[in-house]
């Protein structure tokens, strides 16, 4: 049994619920004042790339939320946070201030480098996701989406008075995905609304490397932009709304969303955020992978293309991230390791395996074989020459 750590929002404190096989606990983390600020303090530090104020506050919410704690933890954590916790990726708290005040952040002693976490954003919803798992097999095993590619027009698509500029690393990664594996793959012009829909119901993973558009108040708004189609130029032609999801039925296993804050919404007490991805799943989607922020498109990209790699050798989906997670950090250090870059993807809803299909080529069972059969065909052809 995995460990359980639920938090809970009171009159005027902020509790713990915490369970595993052998226990149930309920305690005091501390003032909902305190602990709020303490949070933003740790944004602020971390969009700033101020490490050690950000090791500090990081540090301080372990104290409260983990450490009492520590030696009754499992490997894999199921976290169900309450109200401004919905924000916090628990990956990012360190178990101890570093002694060194220059340390860089790659340094830093996150909670990702011992625990999955599995975020879940009620009890209720919990139960929900188990329902979903002996679904059909879905036509299509994978459909990818890059609409914002290079030759995007950014003054074409301006939302708010904001450009919606390209994303040319979610473009590269979807080319990558193309390469290796089976399944509808709609770059730039090609990722219409129309011919995004065709695909969406019966797919078995659905990749979306794109922007949304977030509305808090109004979570239902808030959308995902697709291309823009000749034949409707209007925004609601090209914006796939959480209104519009909630009445898709979908056969997907899995859906991972690298757009902006596509966790983000407005949270209700008892259901938790409404959001994009909140959407995803009441569509009949049981595994995700959402944003709490806006994240970076190398960096994003860069740790999607590993979890997609990992997901392949059949591990679980979050094994599959925190262990492209856990690789980004070792290749990066200094302000590259902030986890601005690497925590802001979270895995929420059912652990499962989803097996990605490989297309077929001489190089699909190694470099080595795919090169030696080559070397078989010349040395044929050599011969029937003569």
């Known amino acids: 049994m995995n460990a359980l750590v639920i938090l809970m929002k009171g009159v005027e404190n902020y509790y713990r619920l915490f369970i595993n096989k052998n226990e149930f606990q309920v305690s005091k983390c501390g003032h909902i004042s305190m602990i709020e600020g303490c949070v933003d303090e740790m944004y602020l530090a971390m969009n700033d790339a101020l490490s050690l104020p950000f090791s500090q506050s990081s540090n301080f919410l372990y104290q409260l939320i983990f450490s009492d704690i520590s030696d009754k933890l499992t490997s894999t954590i199921l976290w169900i946070p309450d109200a401004y916790f919905h924000q916090l990726n628990p990956e990012i708290l360190v178990s101890r201030i570093p002694d060194d005040s220059g340390t860089d952040f790659s340094k830093l002693a996150y909670l990702l480098h011992d625990y999955e976490f599995i975020v879940n954003h009620s009890v209720v919803l919990t139960q929900e996701w188990y329902d979903y798992i002996d679904k059909d097999k879905a036509t299509y095993p994978m459909l990818g989406i890059s609409p914002f590619s290079q030759t995007h027009n950014e003054n074409a ?77 209007s925004w609601e032609a090209r914006n796939l709304s959480a209104a519009e999801l909630y009445g ?104 499962q395996v989803v097996l990605m299909e490989a297309k077929s080529s001489l190089f699909s069972f190694g470099p080595a074989i795919g090169i030696a059969a080559v070397l078989v065909l010349i040395v044929l052809l050599f011969f029937r020459k003569k």
């Open 157 to 233: 698509c301006i939302e708010n008075d904001k450009k919606l500029i390209r994303l040319p690393w979610s473009e590269k990664a979807l080319s990558e995905l193309n390469n290796q594996y089976k399944g509808h793959f709609l770059v730039g012009q090609e990722a219409t609304k129309s011919e995004v829909l065709t695909y969406l119901s019966n797919s078995n993973i659905l990749h979306f490397g794109t922007h949304a558009i977030t509305n808090n108040e109004e979570p239902l708004r808030s959308g995902l932009v697709l291309a823009c189609d000749q034949e409707d130029p």
């Open 248 to 351: 898709i039925p979908l056969n997907a296993k899995l859906a991972v969303l690298t757009a902006c804050q596509t966790g983000k919404g407005k949270f209700e007490s008892g259901e938790g955020v409404i959001s994009l991805a909140r959407a995803f799943n009441f569509a009949g989607c049981p595994s995700l992978l959402m944003t709490l922020w806006s994240v970076d498109d190398r960096a994003s990209s860069e740790i999607v293309l590993d979890f997609y790699h990992n997901l392949r050798q059949q591990l679980t989906i979050s094994n599959s991230l925190h262990s492209a997670k856990k690789e980004y950090l070792r290749k990066h250090s200094g302000d590259l390791a902030n986890p601005v870059y690497w925590a802001g993807m979270v895995m929420i809803g059912e652990n």
